[in-house]
């Protein structure tokens, strides 16, 4: 079946950019659209935006000026940027499949990203 | 930006009981809503969508009904491992995809 998980730094510095990778296995990245939600400790859930295999991408407009992601479909991974963090930022991670009936399907198991000098 | 807010935020039920969980959409989302589980230090789970569809997988207790603003999750006879966190999240206007801010299932 088809699993996903997150890898990237736990810490970043202010202002600096947070940098994560989704890996994909047991499926291929092929025909999905692959998305990055995050939950500040204690909080819910917010979407961060989402990038199709092709690697057209839609972001949440809270925080468009400050995501890049990208895909790779020859290593079956896609990745996140966030620039400019603050501890605002600090999360847990979750990378997650958006499949054919527009739902979250699959997850990741989430990476925690504490942004913090 | 479509605003879900959940009710009740807590929720205390024994085994066997029956929950209730509301979920209310600013403007309607159709039918576009699901629900997800999620329990301590892990990633949450998808329960139901499209408002009244199980996920694969999911137990014939958890059900999902409601349409425009007002949606419900129900679980009937609780088991120990449904106390958990939910979450409501609809599809119908976005970006961006939002979610509610959970209500708690805790063992009374």
């Not at chain 1, 468009?64 to 999360?91: P, Q, W």
């Not at chain 2, 230090?41 to 349409?67: C, E």
């Not at chain 2, 088991?79 to 979450?87: G, L, R, S, T």
Request: glycine share 8%.
């Amino acid at each position: 079946q088809v699993q996903l998980q997150e890898s990237g730094p736990g810490l970043v510095k202010p202002s600096e950019t947070l940098s994560l990778t989704c890996t994909v296995s047991g499926g291929s990245i092929s025909g999905y659209f692959w998305s990055w939600i995050r939950q500040p400790p204690g909080k819910g859930l917010e979407w961060i935006g989402y990038i199709f295999y092709t690697g057209s991408t839609t972001y949440n407009p809270s925080l468009k000026s400050r995501v890049t992601m990208s895909v790779d479909t020859s290593r079956n991974h896609f990745s996140l940027r966030l620039s400019s963090v603050t501890a605002a930022d600090t999360a847990v991670y979750y990378c997650a499949r958006f499949n054919g009936d527009e739902q979250f399907d699959i997850w990741g198991q989430g990476t925690m990203v504490t942004v913090s000098s | 930006e479509v605003v879900l807010t959940q009710s009740p935020a807590t929720l205390s039920l024994s085994p066997g009981e029956t929950a209730t969980l509301s979920c209310r959409a600013s403007q309607s989302v159709r039918t576009y809503l699901a629900w997800f589980q999620q329990k301590p230090g892990q990633a949450p789970r998808l329960l139901i969508y499209d408002a009244s569809n199980r996920a694969t997988g999911i137990p014939a207790r958890f059900s999902g009904s409601g349409s425009g603003t007002d949606f419900t999750l129900t679980i009937s006879s609780l088991e120990p491992e449904d106390f958990a966190v939910y979450y409501c999240q609809q599809r119908a206007n976005w970006p961006p995809y939002t979610f509610g801010q959970g209500t708690k299932l805790e063992i009374k």
